[in-house]
T-cell receptor, first 115, second 111 residues
Framework: NAGVTQTPKFQVLKTGQSMTLQCAQD?????MSWYRQDPGMGLRLIHYSVGAGITDQGEVPNGYNVSRSTTEDFPLRLLSAAPSQTSVYFC??????????????FGPGTRLTVT | GESVGLHLPTLSVQEGDNSIINCAYSNSASDYFIWYKQESGKGPQFIIDIRSNMDKRQGQRVTVLLNKTVKHLSLQIAATQPGDSAVYFC??????????FGPGTSLSVIP
């Protein structure tokens, strides 16, 4: 199992550019989420999905779009990048782990800088 | 609104001592709470969780206590080791699969 993978690891964008952060999981988890983490801060939920074809907004959804066409993939799209979106982005997936715990697994993160 | 917050932003503990990290939550309807550990440059890692029908749950060297009366959560780490140095987050499931994180506590273990 690769777990949760994210690409790219690093990205620099100019203001106004768009891009897609990729996230994939091979654990057959139904639930996937995107968070952003600013320096010295906690994680804030951007969007989440409870299954293919179903997405919902989190705490800070503005400026981001998501889709969930398959169980495995949950891409995050920045429509028009702004310096305020400079952050580390984490993707997570979760499901009942061995029937014992509802454990959320995180990817390694994508460090995004918008200039 | 929904929020999860921590009392202490930083905590320094002598190696071998017990650590206690506290967390307050505001949504009394939340029924599932999780503690995560985040090491520098990595994503958060699940430590332990607890449902609202319990007030205590133990894992390996860690114990989570839940006090629903005062909406307080704590993480106890026994015999703290240098490898425990990290930022610890409490998180709260406010609705179906919507997990909200608190701001984090940085734990530093003094050898």
């Amino acid at each position: 199992n690769a777990g949760v993978t994210q690409t790219p690891k690093f990205q620099v964008l100019k203001t106004g550019q768009s891009m897609t952060l990729q996230c994939a999981q091979d654990m057959n988890h139904e639930y996937m989420s995107w968070y952003r983490q600013d320096p010295g801060m906690g994680l804030r939920l951007i969007h989440y999905s409870v299954g293919a074809g179903i997405t919902d907004q989190g705490e800070v959804p503005n400026g981001y779009n998501v889709s969930r066409s398959t169980t495995e993939d949950f891409p995050l799209r920045l429509l028009s990048a702004a310096p305020s979106q400079t952050s580390v982005y984490f993707c997570a997936s979760s499901g009942w782990d061995r029937g014992a715990s509802y454990e959320q697994y995180f990817g390694p993160g994508t460090r995004l800088t918008v200039t | 609104g929904e929020s999860v917050g921590l009392h202490l932003p930083t905590l320094s503990v002598q190696e071998g001592d017990n650590s206690i990290i506290n967390c307050a939550y505001s949504n009394s309807a939340s029924d599932y709470f999780i503690w995560y550990k985040q090491e520098s440059g990595k994503g958060p890692q699940f430590i332990i969780d607890i449902r609202s029908n319990m007030d205590k749950r133990q894992g390996q060297r860690v114990t989570v206590l839940l006090n629903k009366t005062v909406k307080h959560l704590s993480l106890q780490i026994a015999a703290t080791q240098p490898g425990d140095s990290a930022v610890y987050f409490c998180a709260e499931e406010t609705s179906y699969d919507k997990v909200i994180f608190g701001p984090g506590t940085s734990l530093s273990v003094i050898p």
